[in-house]
């Protein structure tokens, strides 16, 4: 597609209940990023696939969190047994090149926005 | 591991001031820097770069460089719109444990910018 895709845009659910966000990166690019964004705050890095593998999943905050990537393209975001401090925007975005690219630039997604009650 | 510290805002300005929002590194070696912002309603997007030291990044009537004696890679535009409303983010890639810059992002806190007529 032109852009990053993300759906849902909106996801309001209750504590406790299982949460699946999905990213439809730019075709061709095979990074694909996971970050989240609080209030007021710069977005915070969750995971990082390039290709089908997780290549960094240092910011996935604990074992609620999961993230697929399983045929190269689409990735979904896994959140388990929700809790109201995970209410944020989610972010996806996606970039050319190989791994050891810092000078990539990434194209972000407008975000899932998730809310917790 | 590479870090950011952005001036904390928010910043408001009359139309046609001189905007400066300050934004500091630290890093190991000189990788690309970036600026991002984000719109009212839309998803963050690129602003300009630089990918090495000494270089200066523009776009839209802003600009950057990228000064490795101060670590600073400031924002600043000569003067400001109704149009320019919006959240800044300062931005550089992740390091691997070899030393390489990688295209994970780590971003500042945002700085927000309210241009009034």
């Known amino acids: 597609g032109a852009g990053v895709s993300q759906t849902p845009s909106n996801k309001v659910t209750e504590k406790g209940k299982y949460v699946e966000l999905r990213c439809d990166p730019i075709?061709?690019?095979?990074?694909l990023y996971w970050y989240r964004q609080s209030l007021g705050q710069g977005p915070e890095f969750l995971i990082y696939f390039q290709g089908t593998g997780a290549a960094d999943d240092s910011g996935l905050p604990n074992d609620r969190f999961f993230a697929v990537r399983p045929e190269g393209s689409v990735s979904t975001l896994k959140i388990q047994r929700t809790e109201r401090g995970d209410s944020a925007v989610y972010l996806c975005?996606?970039?050319?090149?190989?791994?050891?690219?810092?000078?990539?630039?990434?194209?972000f997604g407008a975000g899932s926005r998730l809310t917790v009650l | 591991g590479n870090s950011v510290t952005q001036m904390e805002g928010p910043v408001t300005l009359s139309e046609e001031a001189f905007l400066t929002i300050n934004c500091t590194y630290t890093?190991?070696?000189?990788?690309?820097l970036f600026w991002y912002v984000q719109y009212p309603g839309e998803g963050l997007q690129l602003l300009l770069k630089?990918?090495?030291?000494?270089d200066k990044g523009s776009n839209k009537g802003f600009e950057a460089t990228y000064r490795k004696e101060t670590t600073s890679f400031h924002l600043e535009k000569g003067s400001v719109q109704v149009s320019d409303s919006a959240v800044y983010f300062c931005?550089?890639?992740?390091?691997?444990?070899?030393?390489?810059?990688?295209?994970?992002?780590?971003f500042g806190q945002g700085t927000i910018l309210t241009v009034h007529p």
């Open positions: 975005a996606s970039s050319l090149g190989g791994p050891l690219s810092g000078a990539n630039v990434l194209t």
């Open positions: 630089a990918t090495k030291a000494d």
């Open positions: 931005a550089l890639p992740g390091i691997t444990a070899g030393g390489t810059s990688y295209g994970k992002l780590t």
């Open positions: 890093a190991t070696g000189y990788p690309s």
């Open positions: 075709s061709g690019h095979t990074a």
